[in-house]
């Protein structure tokens, strides 16, 4: 497990950046698996990580990384819409998360809210990340107003991900309805997808500043903590 000194260290080194950042997406459950499928192989500068506890669904997603989480858990059937599931799924898992977001600079998570894993896990992610110095960013992804009884547990998701992550972006599934030629569902998700792909086109070419910016006030954070004589955990 990555210690509280090394994430320091990561800290630290980070900020005098040169070059181009490396930068992670980082597809979580469903929806993001998908997102994180679209965009294997096709942006040079970014590596794809993708996050599921449906195995099946893992499996043919396209990704650099895939990682498997909670299958003792859930059996490789998922989490069924449970967040507090993919919660404890990602948490059982932190070590191999970390690990494997460590070599970057920036992460970019995607996630669909209103379900379990995406939703639950999300949040624990963008946790640990911000625990091994990368700088994270997010998309969350909300159900369509049609949907009522994901609403409640996305609207929750996304609470608890800002808490994490200041710099998020919402899509909303809705908004797709309104764009002209969507005649089919299928159309609105095809939107959706170019929504969430200009975002994160978009948080690519900010990278370097946003890298920058938050490694200096990480390090204020730690300048601080010395001068005081106090001691903390990041988060």
Known sequence: MITTEEAKENVLSDVAVSGDPRIAV???????CRIASMLYGKMSRVGVIAINTDKKAL???SADNRIYICKEVTKGLGTRGDPALGKKC?????????????????AII???MGGGTGTGAAPVIAELCDRVGVTVAAIDIMPFSFEEDRAVKAAEGHRSLHARCPYLVQVFNDK???HEGVSTMGDALSMV???VVKSIDNFVMDAPMIVKRRAADKADEIKGTESTGKTVQLS
């Open 26 to 32: 980082i597809g979580v459950g469903g929806a993001g």
């Open 59 to 61: 499996e043919e997603t």
């Open 90 to 106: 990602a948490q059982i898992h932190e070590s191999e998360i970390m690990s494997a977001v460590s070599s970057y600079n920036m």
């Open 110 to 112: 995607v996630a669909g």
């Open 176 to 178: 797709s309805l309104t």
């Open 193 to 195: 997808n170019m929504s």
